[in-house]
C-alpha cells in the first residue's frame, strides 16, 4: 500500500475514533459529521491506492470513488451512498443553525458510526485484493 494511502486510512480511524467519543458525550451533530469524514479519508486511502493522486473535493471524491467502484459486486452500495448522505451530516454539523434545520437523531448518528466502521472495512478489503 501506498504511503499516502495508509495515512488517509490512519485519518479514517482516527476520524472513526472521535466519532464515537463525541456521540458518547452527547454531540451528536458533530459526531455524525465526524463519522463522515472517517468515510471521506477511507474512500481517499481507496482512490489514492487506485489513482496515484486525491481527490480535490468532497464532490471529486463521492464521484471518483463511485467511478472506481460501480463494477465491485463486493462493494455494498449503502456504503458508497453514505458518501453522499453523511455529507449532508457534516453540513448540519459544520453550519445548521435555527429551527427550520433538522437536527440529527441518535438513530442518525449510531447509523453514522457503523456505517463508517463498515466503509473502513470494506476499503481495507478492497485494497487487499489490489
Same mark, same amino acid.
Given at each position: 500500500m501506498k504511503a499516502e494511502a495508509a495515512d488517509f486510512l490512519k485519518?479514517?480511524?482516527?476520524?472513526?475514533?472521535?466519532a464515537k467519543g463525541?456521540?458518547?458525550a452527547g454531540f451528536l451533530d458533530v459526531a455524525a459529521g465526524?463519522?463522515?469524514?472517517? %468515510?471521506?479519508?477511507?474512500?481517499?486511502?481507496?482512490i489514492f491506492e487506485r489513482m496515484g493522486k486525491a481527490a480535490k473535493t468532497h464532490r471529486g471524491v463521492r464521484a471518483q470513488f463511485g467511478?472506481?467502484?460501480?463494477?465491485?459486486?463486493?462493494?455494498?452500495?449503502?456504503?458508497?451512498s453514505f458518501l453522499t448522505q453523511g455529507y449532508d451530516f457534516k453540513v448540519i454539523a459544520d453550519y445548521g443553525i435555527g429551527e427550520t434545520v433538522?437536527?440529527?437523531?441518535a438513530e442518525d448518528t449510531n447509523l453514522a458510526v457503523s456505517?463508517?466502521?463498515?466503509?473502513?472495512?470494506? %476499503?481495507?478489503?478492497?485494497?487487499?485484493e489490489l
Open positions: 485519518k479514517a480511524r482516527h476520524c472513526l475514533a472521535s463525541i456521540a458518547a465526524e463519522a463522515y469524514f472517517a %468515510v471521506f479519508h477511507a474512500a481517499e486511502a481507496y467511478r472506481l467502484t460501480q463494477h465491485e459486486s463486493s462493494i455494498d452500495p449503502d456504503l458508497v433538522r437536527s440529527i437523531s456505517t463508517a466502521e463498515r466503509f473502513i472495512e470494506q %476499503v481495507l478489503s478492497l485494497l487487499a
